[in-house]
């Protein structure tokens, strides 16, 4: 955001879609990146091409800062006050655009299948191999948490404080190494083979259930020879999946009817007979869908936090001490602070007292906690929208030359500390969600659909913020979100994405009580399937 408007002298609005858009495009990636990868290349070479695409996008990103030709020329602060900055051109638009085109290539290969590529050098049937896959886990968002850091705070100062071209040329540089890295250890990987699009299985399933629309279930489900359901043998599967009673109308694709096997039992025609794995694969896919979609709207008030936030701050005092200046960019790096504090404290103090008091394993059902990320998503907004109204009064009443506000920039903290409770229960609680509850072989489609959540959001977002500014505008007043935030009322655009959290946390409640685990036999008669109950199974 501060690159796009302090360089590329671009307006706030046009800035914040301009990054809503490619964000979101970098989190649908990923679900692409996924089926390339498990259908067809593997995990490994999937990896490897986006690192080098990932690598070539910060190339041109960094080029668009060091060569003259690809920036607008520089702009004093008192220029930007008046808007007298001459803006970037088409072309260097298109520098810039294309190498983050380029970043989202590499994130479509990096994002779905990093952590199951890690997980594939474990084996899991061994007490050692689920040490080290949990170990795994603990180490790799450790070492996520420890970057987000750096990045929030050195590398943003480096941009912010000491020179644009540094502060890319550092990540490039360290893209480059760790591509090194990564294909150091080629020889020793376990590598997994692709085994086939498991949206082929989807179809298949579909289609021989439509086929057989018309033929009768038996009453009793558990009925020798009436349902396909072979061995799991020389699959990725590690767990089979009883039949169930939930969207029934799918279990007479796996119905068998006369001619559909062979002799050696196996099928003659995989669109017309499918197997109860197949179908109950679907009928999870099925179930998480209404909470997938929730979480859309969710992740919604998060994306402010790295646009309009910013945009906050930069009209604020910055500074600690009399020299140092704290960059706005790395205001984000509160949350991942709060997150650090507050999962060890969750998973060491407060699940052991819930797990007590409720008789669940994780304290909490994993519903549950995506709830309370969302609440506290909310009450994110509202707290921004309070600072931001007195912000905007002190800065009006206080007029300067830049529109600064006499009010410290550490009155955003408790906005941040809410968006960053909101990720330690929200974000990391629909992880765990879609990693537990999609089947075995389909987790890199499960974290690539994570990521097409905030896709999602980041569309919405730019969707609500193009209306509010179109709508809210009038012959005698700005719109809420104009350059001049001052003049302009983020505040109520601050309430109006609290009250879409409302609504959304409605419909979140709805579909959760009615959602049900993956694998727990007959879904509609068990009570104790269902998420939100306080002695569900996890």
């Known amino acids: ?138 180490w790799y968002y450790t070492t996520f948490t420890v970057v987000l850091l750096i990045t929030q705070t050195v590398v943003v100062y480096i941009q912010d404080s000491v020179s644009w071209k540094i502060g890319f040329a550092i990540p490039t540089v360290c893209m480059f190494c760790s591509i090194i ?51 799991l043998i020389g699959t990725n599967v590690l767990s089979k999946l009883p039949l169930t009673n939930q969207f029934r109308g799918l279990n007479k694709a796996a119905v068998i009817m006369e001619g559909e096997l062979n002799p050696d039992r196996s099928r003659a025609n995989k669109w017309k007979l499918v197997s109860i794995q197949q179908v109950e694969e679907v009928k ?39 020299k140092f200046q704290i960059p706005a960019g790395s205001l984000g790096v509160i949350s991942f602070i709060t997150i650090g504090v507050w999962v060890p404290f969750y998973d060491r103090i407060m699940v052991p007292t819930l797990r007590r008091v409720t008789k669940h394993e994780g304290g909490i059902t994993l519903l549950q906690r995506i709830g309370i990320g ?36 550490l009155w955003l903290v408790p906005q941040l500390v809410l968006m960053g409770l909101c990720e330690a229960f929200n974000v990391i609680g629909q992880i765990e969600f879609f990693n537990r509850q999609f089947p075995d072989h389909m987790r890199s489609i499960a974290n690539a659909l994570f990521s097409c959540s905030f896709a999602g959001a980041s569309y919405v977002s730019s969707a609500l ?25 983020l505040d109520y655009f601050y309430y109006l994405v609290a009250g879409t959290g409302v609504l959304n946390l409605v419909y979140f409640l709805i579909v959760a009580q009615r959602y049900h685990y993956k694998g727990s036999g007959d879904l509609q008669d068990n009570a104790q399937d269902v998420e939100l109950a306080s002695k569900g199974k996890s």
């Not at 969710?298 to 600690?320: C, E, I, N, Y």
């Not at 609440?375 to 912000?391: D, G, H, N, W």
Request: glycine residues 6%; contains cysteine; charged residues 15%.
């Open 1 to 138: 955001m501060v690159y796009l408007t302090r360089e590329f002298h671009l307006d706030q609005v046009y800035a914040s879609n301009i990054l809503n858009i490619w964000s979101g495009i970098t989190n649908f990636f990923p679900l692409i990146g996924a089926f390339i990868s498990d259908a067809y290349v593997g995990r490994f070479w999937t990896i490897a091409f986006a690192s080098f695409s990932s690598l070539l996008g910060m190339v041109v990103v960094t080029l668009t800062a060091w060569l003259p030709e690809l920036h607008p020329p520089p702009c004093t602060p008192q220029q930007q006050a008046l808007n007298q900055c001459v803006k970037a051109s088409t072309p260097h638009l298109g520098a810039l655009l294309t190498g983050l085109c380029l970043l989202s290539v590499g994130s479509a290969g990096i994002r779905p299948c990093s952590i199951p590529f890690g997980v594939d050098q474990f084996d899991p049937s061994t007490d050692e191999g689920k040490k080290g896959i949990n170990s795994f886990f603990n």
């Open 181 to 231: 890295m990564f294909f150091v250890g080629t020889r020793i990987y376990v590598h997994v083979k692709p085994e086939g699009s498991i949206f082929t299985s989807i179809a298949q399933v579909l289609v021989a259930a439509y086929r057989k629309r018309k033929v009768e279930l038996p009453r009793e489900k558990h009925v020798d020879g009436v349902f396909y359901d072979p061995p």
């Open 284 to 322: 999870c896919l099925a179930r998480i869908f209404p909470i997938w979609a929730a979480g859309i709207l969710g992740f919604t008030s998060m994306a402010q936090q790295g646009t309009f936030t910013v945009s906050q701050a930069l009209k604020m005092d910055r500074h600690l001490g009399p």
């Open 374 to 409: 969302m609440v506290f998503s909310i009450l994110s907004m509202v707290v921004a929208a309070l600072v931001e109204k007195v912000r905007r009064d002190l800065a009006n009443a206080n007029p300067s030359p830049l529109g600064i506000a006499p009010m410290s920039v």
């Open 465 to 489: 913020v193009t209306t509010v500014h179109h709508v809210t505008r009038t012959h005698s007043h700005p719109d809420w979100l104009t350059n001049d935030i001052n003049a302009g009322r």
